[in-house]
């Protein structure tokens, strides 16, 4: 193995991982506190490609203005879905919540796809690289501006999610609820709105995670099913619930997908990545970060 | 001073707020065990009530009620002049009522001051939660060294510290304590009711719960000693911790 491919790796393990990151940390966010796997994170993410799409490529606007639309489409989406899938469940007895919503979030995802394809039609929409150029950061290894951009602004997002997180009044109350739901209402924490607004937060970066989803490969509205897969994968290989264990298994999918592609190929990249996360799930079933039977942000 | 309804011309039921809270006929439970049975209670502005009783005699099940974490099966909840009873515990939080529950439920993985700002998290608190915490930091000794700690690596009497200390850190119509003696070390005790004899002399309205007399000699106003989730005797504290019958029922020898 040369210099030039361990460098070629750990671009591509950083751009991978922190798009990656960006999509899962959201679920890792509702998991933390609603306690579900939230499948419509998938369908945010192809609304973001066409946000993307029809931002860039149909109006001429620039990528900015992309990113701030697909938060905002997405955030309301991600509220609405809460509002009529999650929130009607809630507080009632006699069934599998976490089961029940698997499948009401899912169904959701289902329309929208569907309303996409009604609107946009099956074909793939090129969003050809709207920030051209880029850097030969050593001998063969070229860091396009558009995946710079796009890894810096995931990373900017995610630590902006850390410090809102971490200082603000609202993060405080998300992570109290994810801590112990009796106490955070006791706080005076309304639940019943908080919940809405971290999905409609969590939708919000994987909308802005399309985006760039979108510009590197296509808008379609089959765009979330793989990311929504790659999520999933990725908050259980972290650890349910766990922030820091999400971003950990980001890079490292990231790293071992970038490492196996430069190594044998991309046909065998999969195959390699699938096979290593059974392993790390048959000997660690919490996850890389996970507590065993708990879970919290 | 009645603290009961009466019932207007048109059958509608006015009160007089002149007690803080008052429970009326509260019924309560788990599933089909009720363990609150029609009980009676009322707590007059300024006072420190104190509920004693044995454990799995529903001192715990009552305050969780009147907090809103459990829904009544039936009876009434007044607090200052309005039905609450039904209410979401965080409607009860913004109409003043504070419940430090037993075993803390601190936020395990939050610090002990993140743990401490979650106590103000009401818009109104939260605009002066500075001045709160320092407040508190003054009136709870030894937690200011803690602020940045996790939670989860207190002790047993750190923790129950915080949770008061959390409690503290908003105005409160009513304070509601479960057994704050709990589990702690004696001079772990002493410094938590002495944290609480300091809220009750400002005047401040308390709900208290434990399990005997032990400790609450410089803050019961008014004890009352339940037995099977209904109150059975009432009384001040010195009548009451002379009366054999009651000292040798309920609490054991002294």
Redesign the interface.
């Known amino acids: 193995m040369h210099l030039t491919d361990v460098i070629g790796i750990l671009v591509e393990t950083v751009v991978l991982g922190s798009i990656y990151g960006l999509v899962a940390i959201g679920m890792t966010l509702i998991y933390g506190t609603l306690r579900i796997l939230d499948m419509s994170q998938g369908s945010m993410v192809m609304v973001g490609s066409f946000v993307g799409w029809g931002v860039m490529v149909v109006a001429g606007w620039s990528p900015a203005l992309a990113i701030l639309f697909a938060f905002a489409i997405t955030f309301a989406l991600g509220t609405f879905t809460e509002l009529i899938s999650v929130q009607p469940l809630m507080g009632r007895r006699g069934f599998d919540f976490e089961m029940v919503t698997f499948i009401t979030t899912f169904a959701v995802a289902i329309v929208f796809a569907n309303v996409a394809l009604q609107i946009f039609g099956p074909f793939q929409k090129d969003v050809s690289p709207v920030v051209s150029g880029g850097i030969d950061i050593y001998r063969g290894v070229d860091l396009s501006y558009q995946n710079l951009t796009m890894a810096l602004v995931s990373i900017g997002l995610m630590a902006a999610l850390g410090l809102f997180l971490a200082r603000t009044?609202w993060g405080?109350?998300i992570?109290?609820v994810a801590?112990?739901l009796?106490?955070?209402?006791?706080?005076?924490?309304?639940?019943m709105k908080l919940y809405p607004l971290t999905m409609g937060l969590a939708s919000a970066l994987a909308g802005i995670g399309g985006v760039f989803l979108g510009a590197k490969f296509f808008a379609y509205p089959g765009a979330g099913d793989l990311p929504l897969l790659e999520a999933l994968i990725v908050v259980i290989f972290g650890g349910l619930g766990s922030l820091p264990g999400t971003l950990y298994a980001a890079y490292t999918i990231g790293l071992i997908q970038a490492t196996a592609e430069v190594l044998v190929g991309t046909t065998w990249s999969l195959p390699i990545l699938y096979g290593i996360i059974l392993l790390v799930l048959i000997l660690r079933p919490q996850g890389l970060k996970g507590r065993p039977e708990e879970a919290?942000? | 001073m009645s603290g009961g309804p009466r019932e207007t011309a048109n059958g509608a039921v006015s009160r007089r707020a002149d007690a803080i809270l008052e429970v009326r006929e509260l019924w309560s439970g788990y599933g089909d065990t009720m363990v609150v049975r029609g009980l009676d209670l009322r707590v007059p502005p300024g006072q420190t009530v104190v509920i004693i009783g044995p454990n799995g005699h529903g001192k715990t099940t009552l305050l969780r009620t009147i907090s809103g974490l459990i829904k009544p099966r039936r009876g009434e909840v007044w607090l200052a002049g309005d039905r609450v009873d039904g209410r979401s515990p965080e409607h009860l939080a913004s109409l003043g009522m504070v419940h430090i529950p037993q075993g803390d439920l601190l936020f395990p993985d939050m610090t002990v001051e993140e743990n401490l700002l979650m106590g103000a998290f009401l818009p109104s608190s939260w605009r002066t939660r500075r001045a709160a915490l320092e407040r508190v930091y003054g009136l709870i000794p030894g937690i200011r060294e803690r602020a940045g700690q996790r939670a989860r690596t207190l002790s047993g009497g750190e923790r129950r510290l915080v949770g008061l200390g959390r409690g503290l850190m908003r105005e409160a119509s009513i304070l509601l304590i479960d057994e704050p003696s709990l589990g702690l070390a004696p001079v772990a005790i002493e410094r938590v009711y002495a944290a609480i004899r300091d809220i009750h002399d400002v005047g401040t309205t308390i709900l208290l719960v434990e399990e005997n007399f032990t400790h609450i000699g410089d803050v019961a106003d008014i004890v009352h000693v339940v037995e099977m989730g209904s109150i059975v005797r009432t009384g001040p504290l010195e009548e009451l911790s002379r009366d054999r019958t009651v000292v040798q029922t309920y609490l054991g020898a002294l």
Request: glycine share 6%; net charge positive; aromatic share 0%.
């Open positions: 009044r405080l109350a992570r109290a801590q112990d009796d106490a955070a209402r006791l706080m005076g924490v309304p639940v919290r942000l």
